[in-house]
């Protein structure tokens, strides 16, 4: 019922673009957090960037300056442009997004959708 569906990977070379979308459908409750995450082979899932239920956003400091996070609420939408790509950029990208219900925290995940950047 509930699917948070990214779009926007692909391969690109170094110094490239790549935005990234995901949409939200079937969660009840009105969404708190959304954020996307990354995780690169061999390596924890790792935060890059959040933009708070509150309107605020925080970035990964390896990604500051490069990729931008956005929020569209009456869509349930969220993006994430990537600009100045490196290869160490490479994982499968992850959409996130949270709900408080009775003061519990609820976390949907989407699929993952594949960033690689080539030398």
């Known amino acids: 019922q509930v699917q948070l569906v990214e779009s926007g990977g692909g391969l690109v070379q170094a110094g490239g673009s790549l935005r990234l979308s995901c949409a939200a459908s079937?969660?009840?409750?009105?969404?708190?957090?959304m954020a996307w995450y990354r995780q690169a082979p061999g390596e924890q899932r790792e935060l890059v960037a959040l933009?708070?239920?509150?309107?605020?956003?925080n970035y990964l400091d390896s990604v500051k300056g490069r990729f931008t996070i956005s929020r569209d609420n009456a869509k349930n939408t969220v993006s994430l442009q990537m600009n100045s790509l490196k290869p160490e950029d490479t994982a499968v990208y992850y959409c996130?997004?949270?709900?408080?219900?009775?003061?519990?925290?609820?976390?949907?995940w989407g699929q993952g959708t594949q960033v690689t950047v080539s030398s």
């Open positions: 079937g969660i009840g409750f009105k969404i708190n957090n």
């Open positions: 933009f708070t239920g509150g309107g605020s956003t």
């Open positions: 996130y997004a949270d709900v408080l219900v009775q003061l519990t925290v609820r976390k949907y």
